[in-house]
């Protein structure tokens, strides 16, 4: 079993930046594949980024070069630090983990979830 939550939302101008948080609790969070997806208002959820247990990385397209995750196997926590942020980034931001060895992109890959933090960017 692994608990996450997340920390770090809130209200940024357009073009500002970030930096979200996702504190695991559990056994062997390093063996974990970590991601971050979003829900916009009247929107799907969307994956944003995933990092496996090798540190190999994947990102939407829509925040590839903007957004950067890591993680610190020590603190049990993973990162999303955004960088120019847009109005259209606005959304509940929630972190998940995922027991798959490969980089997992579908919200069915992931087996746990956090509760979700807001990020609003205003125009």
């Known amino acids: 079993q692994v608990q996450l939550v997340e920390s770090g939302g809130g209200l940024v101008q357009d073009g500002g930046s970030l930096r979200l948080s996702c504190a695991a609790s559990?056994?062997?969070?390093?063996?974990?594949?970590m991601g971050w997806f979003r829900q916009a208002p009247g929107k799907d959820r969307e994956f944003v980024a995933a990092?496996?247990?090798?540190?190999?990385?994947y990102y939407a397209d829509s925040v590839k070069g903007r957004f950067t995750i890591s993680r610190d196997n020590a603190k049990n926590t993973v990162y999303l630090q955004m960088s120019s942020l847009r109005p259209e980034d606005t959304a509940v931001y929630y972190c998940?983990?995922?027991?798959?060895?490969?980089?997992?992109?579908?919200?069915?890959?992931?087996?746990?979830w956090g509760q979700g933090t807001q990020v609003t960017v205003s125009s």
């Open positions: 559990g056994r062997a969070f390093s063996r974990y594949a």
């Open positions: 998940a983990a995922s027991s798959m060895v490969v980089v997992p992109k579908a919200g069915y890959e992931f087996d746990y």
């Open positions: 990092i496996t247990w090798t540190i190999s990385t």
